[in-house]
């Protein structure tokens, strides 16, 4: 039996203003296994970006996605859905 991969991740992200959206998007899109980054601004106040981050890939690393959101001062504050698949 294959390893189970994740292909989807549903985040609750806490960010600071800088970088962008865009910006930020594209950065996650940087990380090996991720194939496709929505973002989306739920909260917006004087310091912090509350997001929703899709995530959708074929092999998902969750350690190196959360390493790679602190690289920005973003944590993931919950994880609100995972799809892991077996090939």
Known sequence: MAEPKIKEL?????KPHTPSLPVFAAFLAELPGVEN?????????????SL???LQGCDIIYDSL????????AVIHSVDK??????
């Open 10 to 14: 549903v985040l609750d992200v806490l």
């Open 37 to 49: 980054v929505e973002v989306s601004l739920v909260e917006k106040n004087e310091r912090t970006e």
């Open 52 to 54: 929703v981050v899709v």
């Open 66 to 73: 959360k390493e790679h959101m602190g690289k920005h001062g």
């Open 82 to 87: 995972v799809l892991v698949e077996t090939e």
